[in-house]
């Protein structure tokens, strides 16, 4: 299957301070990036789908100033959590679509997610 | 938007089958997917269908029927390794594209 790359894999920060998480699609270029969170035992919830070029379409509730979300080039998707609280604190996960991906395609192949601790 | 449904818990004994349903309700279908996730780890892709009837792929079976809005995820010879959450997942036409909904997932525990 595709293969889409995230990194970095955890990172531990204060409160206060910003987290870039890099989602990467390593064999394919990606038109659309899926980002997802995930809280302990819970689903994964969609947070904002990134289209290159253009500026990425959030979820209900997700604050867009907080998460800012890049997708610079057709492989390369960048979340940054600013000023990052212990609230924030979850896995984040991204997905790839690529270009004239149809049904069943690179989307469905998630990157290995990131484990976010804000102390 | 979309209501999928799925049991929260099951558990199985190892050599034997299991069967997770899943039910949901969209108006723009597009397919549903599912996946493993073990614990701490992000979900591994298994299986996608799209048109009605069985997948097969090695113990690993799914079915789709789109106008009960049923699927199940069939997993045979069970082994201890086996022992994860399983997502369902359904893509349907969003406000301006396709987007996954998730389950809250089905925790298999799987004893010898």
């Known amino acids: 299957g595709a293969v889409v790359s995230q990194h970095p894999s955890w990172v531990i920060c204060k409160s206060g301070t910003s987290v870039k998480i890099e989602c990467r699609s390593l064999d394919f270029q990606a038109t659309t990036m899926f980002w997802y969170r995930q809280f302990p035992k819970q689903s994964l919830m969609l947070m904002a789908t990134s289209n290159e070029g253009s500026k990425a379409t959030y979820e209900q509730g997700v604050e867009k100033d907080k998460f800012l979300i890049n997708h610079a080039s057709l492989t390369l998707s960048t979340l940054t959590v600013t000023s990052a609280h212990p609230e924030d604190s979850s896995f984040y996960i991204c997905?790839?679509?690529?270009?004239?991906?149809?049904?069943?395609?690179?989307?469905?192949?998630f990157g290995q997610g990131t484990r976010l601790t804000v102390v | 938007g979309q209501n999928i449904d799925q049991p929260t818990e099951m558990t199985a004994t190892e050599g034997a089958i299991v069967q997770i349903n899943c039910t949901y309700q969209t108006s723009g279908f597009n397919g549903l997917f599912w996946y493993q996730q073990h614990a701490g780890e992000a979900p591994t892709f298994l299986s996608y269908?799209?048109?009605?009837g069985l997948e097969e792929k090695g113990r690993f079976s799914s079915f789709l029927s789109r106008s009960k809005g049923y699927s199940y995820l069939l997993l045979k010879e069970l082994q201890m390794k086996d022992s994860a959450s399983y997502l369902c997942a359904v893509r349907d036409l969003g406000s301006n594209d396709y987007k996954l909904s998730f389950g809250a997932g089905t925790t298999v525990t799987v004893r010898a």
């Open positions: 997905s790839a679509r690529s270009i004239g991906g149809g049904a069943g395609a690179s989307e469905a192949f």
């Open positions: 269908n799209v048109l009605d």
